[in-house]
């Protein structure tokens, strides 16, 4: 089997938690290209929607939120980069970041429905619209996720027949636990968790990211395998989403160190259909406004080249 390389980025358009840079067309433009000279070959919009910041206009959304105005369709433009270079998209639904986290859940369904009929509507056209994401993330049973992601996902397959993709996260870390008393799960206590879920998402999400920082270093590999197993039990692809920030410094978020992203891309190896990342235009590319990125960019080539 051929070394896997990241052949997929999220695009974190609406900057919910790293800093924007501030791009326009002709950077994106600039960006998509370097998308392709890299290999990256799919881009997924993290969340087209979150809270009162919107991607691009939606009446389906400010009908029933508060929102910010919309200076530049940014689905579009992506939708026609992605077009003229041949990438796939993945459009990424709406985050209240309200309403589930108050048990609200079925309200989030409903805005999420309507809107999801509307991008459809809009951009469905586009040749680059190869999939959607579901943005509401946890890392476990826990905020009706098994609910919220199951309604959405049967909604999406009645109007469309691309894949669905999820990107939760692991419960393999003391300091990232919701309740800091807690210590990390083991690889079977998230198997045993991740099986019921699973179940559930069978024949309606197709491929499933878990956020690779959300696990020790040390524990990745087992953890990723248990994982494995139990999507190949219920027919789901397992990819990776391997994270180009760092989330062991004491500042949010700096690019991550060369020698950790390269572990991580060692170890899931054996276990992966394909490596995406959060997030290459801020973390790891030539193009961003961080040199420790370009950097990262540079060793993450030389590293490819020994493989």
Known sequence: MSYLPITGTFLDEVTHDIPSQNWGPAEWAREFDTFVQ?????????????GEKL?????????????????????RLFLDLAAERGIKLFFGLYDSGYHWYRNDWTVEVD??????????????????FQGWYLPHE????????????????KEIKSISDLPILASPYFHARADYAVDTRTVPRTPEEHARAWSEIFERYAGLV????????????LALEDITAATAQEARNHGIRLWSNLETFDRDMPIKFPPTDWRKLAHKLDVVQPYV???????????MS????????????RRYREFLETK
């Open 111 to 128: 805005i999420n429905k309507a809107y999801l009929h509307e991008m459809f509507e809009n951009y469905g056209d586009s040749p680059a």
């Open 286 to 297: 030539p193009n961003s406004m961080w040199e420790p990125a370009r950097n990262l960019y």
């Open 55 to 75: 991607s691009a206009p939606s009446k389906a959304i400010s009908s029933r939120r508060p929102t910010l105005p919309v200076y530049i369709d940014l689905v």
């Open 206 to 217: 197709d491929y499933c990211a878990f956020q690779d920082g959300t696990a020790d270093l």
């Open 138 to 153: 946890t890392s476990d049973s826990g905020l009706r996720i098994i609910d919220i992601n199951t309604a959405l996902a």
């Open 273 to 283: 259909d394909k490596v995406i990342t959060f997030e290459f235009s801020h973390f």
């Open 38 to 50: 890299t290999g990256i070959d799919t881009v997924i919009i993290i969340r087209s929607g979150y």
